[in-house]
Antibody, heavy 120, light 105 residues
Framework: QLQLQESGPGMMNPSETLSLTCSVSGGSTRSSSYYWGWIRQSPGKGLEWIGSIYYTWDTYYNPSLKSRVTMSVDTSKNQFSLKLSSVTAADTAVYYC????????????WGQGTMVTVSS | DIQMTQSPSTLAASVGDRVTITCRASQTITSWLAWYQQKPGKAPKLLIYKASSLDSGVPSRFSGSGSGTEFTLTISSLQPDDFATYYCQQYDSFPTFGGGTKVEI
C-alpha cells in the first residue's frame, strides 16, 4: 500500500525559500504508474494544486505559482521535493503531497500534511 | 482557470438523511470531476473520480453523477462517520477545487 509522508521546517521568515520533502513507501518514485504532486490548503484560499512531477522529471505547475516553484525527484532516496521561493504570509498553509495516475487526474493517495507558517 | 462552485457551503442534516451536494464548473469539464471527504486535522480522502466512479473501499451509500458543468454528490443515508467537509475537484485542465461543503448535525 503506497504511503506518503511530508517533512518540512514548520516556521519560516518572509522572503526565505520553503523546502519540503515527501518520502514514499510501498511504491517507487521510479515507477511509470505514478505522478507526484503537491497541494496546499489555507483558510483564505482553500485547496490549491501547486504542481506535479513525473519520474522522467517532467514538471508542470499552477500558473499562479510557476515563477516561484521548483519540484524534483530523488529516486535514490525514494523522495520528491518542493521548493517555493520568496515566501510571504500568504504562503502559510498545510502542504500535502499526493499521487495521481495521469497528467491531470484525481489525487488518489495523500500524505498527512505538514503545517508551514510564514511569520517575522 | 476553471472555477468550481459548491453549494451549499454548510448543510445541517441528521443520521439517516439523504444528502445532496452540488458542484458547478465555470466551463465544461466533461466527466473529469472528483469528490473528496475531509475530517478536521486530516488529509482529504478520495471518494469518487470521473464523476461517478467509486474509489476502492468507499461505501456504496456515496454516489456521484453529472457531466459537463453540473455535478452532484449524494449520500443515500447519512451515517455518523459522514459528518465532514466535502470538496469537488476538476481535472479537465490544471486541477482546481471547490470551496467545500461542511455537513454538520
Amino acid at each position: 500500500q503506497l504511503q506518503l509522508q511530508e517533512s518540512g521546517p514548520g516556521m519560516m521568515n518572509p522572503s526565505e525559500t520553503l523546502s519540503l520533502t515527501c518520502s514514499v513507501s510501498g511504491g517507487s518514485t521510479r515507477s511509470s504508474s505514478y505522478y507526484w504532486g503537491w497541494i496546499r490548503q489555507s483558510p483564505g484560499k482553500g485547496l490549491e494544486w501547486i504542481g506535479s512531477i513525473y519520474y522522467t522529471w517532467d514538471t508542470y505547475y499552477n500558473p499562479s505559482l510557476k515563477s516561484r516553484v521548483t519540484m524534483s525527484v530523488d529516486t535514490s532516496k525514494n523522495q520528491f521535493s518542493l521548493k517555493l521561493s520568496s515566501v510571504t504570509a500568504a504562503d502559510t498553509a498545510v502542504y500535502y503531497c499526493a499521487t495521481h495516475s495521469q497528467y491531470y487526474d484525481a489525487f488518489h493517495i495523500w500524505g498527512q500534511g505538514t503545517m508551514v507558517t510564514v511569520s517575522s | 482557470d476553471i472555477q468550481m462552485t459548491q453549494s451549499p457551503s454548510t448543510l445541517a442534516a441528521s443520521v439517516g438523511d439523504r444528502v445532496t451536494i452540488t458542484c458547478r464548473a465555470s466551463q465544461t469539464i466533461t466527466s473529469w470531476l472528483a469528490w473528496y471527504q475531509q475530517k478536521p486535522g486530516k488529509a482529504p480522502k478520495l471518494l469518487i473520480y470521473k464523476a461517478s466512479s467509486l474509489d476502492s473501499g468507499v461505501p456504496s451509500r456515496f454516489s456521484g453523477s453529472g457531466s459537463g458543468t453540473e455535478f452532484t454528490l449524494t449520500i443515500s443515508s447519512l451515517q455518523p462517520d459522514d459528518f465532514a467537509t466535502y470538496y469537488c475537484q476538476q481535472y479537465d485542465s490544471f486541477p482546481t477545487f471547490g470551496g467545500g461543503t461542511k455537513v454538520e448535525i
